[in-house]
């Protein structure tokens, strides 16, 4: 199988307004699927890529992949929807998990295969399986 793991753009999910009235921007790099990654059960036949988007700009329409997993934030929320309903309408499953489809599971699964609830490092490798 082959899972193709996104990570999306920190940038425009931390833009904020501080006190002065100032965008200022916090990036972050995140490293929950790279951690997920190593759940992965070693009897499983599955290659993983990962698509970063705080590195490079991601042609979706070129992702050839089986499943696709992302960890969503409430603030990436509307992005990772729309990739996830881009990647769904040409027949590849995706997965939602992270904090926001754990709070708001029925919101994440109108544009998801599958959602991942709460801590993935036990349902992540089941899922898999």
């Not at 490293?31 to 599955?46: C, F, V």
């Not at 603030?75 to 729309?82: D, L, M, S």
């Not at 990739?83 to 309408?89: N, P, T």
């Not at 995706?94 to 609830?117: F, K, N, Q, R, W």
Request: no cysteine; glycine share 6%; aromatic share 8%.
């Amino acid at each position: 199988m082959k899972l193709t793991l996104i990570i999306l753009n920190s940038w425009h999910a931390n833009i904020k307004n501080d006190w002065f009235g100032f965008n200022s921007r916090g990036g972050y790099a995140p490293i929950a699927l790279r951690i997920l990654s190593s759940l992965i059960p070693r009897d499983l036949e599955i290659t993983v890529e990962f698509l970063d988007e705080n590195i490079q700009m991601i042609n979706f329409d070129s992702i050839d992949a089986d499943m696709v997993g992302i960890s969503v934030l409430t603030p990436n929320a509307p992005r990772a929807y729309e990739i996830s309903d881009g990647l769904r309408s040409r027949g590849i499953t995706v997965v939602l998990g992270g904090y926001h489809a754990t709070v708001m599971p029925d919101e994440a699964l109108s544009h998801a295969d599958s959602v991942v609830i709460g801590y993935a490092e036990k349902s992540f490798p089941l899922l898999l399986r």
